[in-house]
């Protein structure tokens, strides 16, 4: 939408004729698929990111190159569900460690009110080990801003996964969170989303394995009243 106001602008100046961006479809995250990772796939990950990391440290390279932030933007998104630009506009005022927790301003929620994102012991030992920027308004993962992919991708190709985009580590989070136990409200507040239907609609039919899961516990209840 940026381009084509741009664009609009430039038509409006006399600087061209027309928008070549009119007719450019905007890229739009398909929600009708739903892909997570299974736990050998997590660790497949991690394992290549972990790599990808290592080398970035034995080459000597910057705590804040995007090389060596790879690893810990990829972990908070996995632990957190937050939505690639938010992580990448993520900034040290926003995170309270006291009550374990990341504030997410309007400005950058795709539903454009604040929300708060509650965080484990984990997630919070990695953000407390990032370097902080030098100035206050500079995001965390400023180095991975505008090159994701460059970085991204290689990782991915390593950790051998199939069928599988950054995005997807949001329906990961989602998925274990409600699979460990997480009430369907908790995971809808996380996620940011606007209602609570599209958080059913996207994640509350639970797989073949945690309907057994469920059926195990009911059998164990009616046998032993507990």
Known sequence: SRLKTFFNFAVERGYCQNNPAERVKPYR???????YLSDSEEQDLLRAAMAANRTA???GLSPRSPQRLLLPFIVVALHTGMREGE???LK???????NQ???VPSTVAKM????IVYLDEATLAILHALPRPAKSDEPLFGGLRA???RYWRPVLHTSGLANFHFHDLRHTYATIALASGASIYFVKEQLGHA???TTIDLYGHPDQAAHRDQAARLETFWRTGA
């Open 101 to 103: 927790s990341i504030e």
């Open 147 to 149: 090159n994701l992919d």
């Open 92 to 98: 040290w005022a926003q995170i309270d460690f006291e």
């Open 87 to 89: 992580l990448k506009a």
């Open 112 to 115: 454009r009110r604040t929300r």
């Open 57 to 59: 440290v034995e080459a």
């Open 29 to 35: 995250v398909d929600n009708s698929r739903i892909r």
């Open 195 to 197: 209602d609570i239907q």
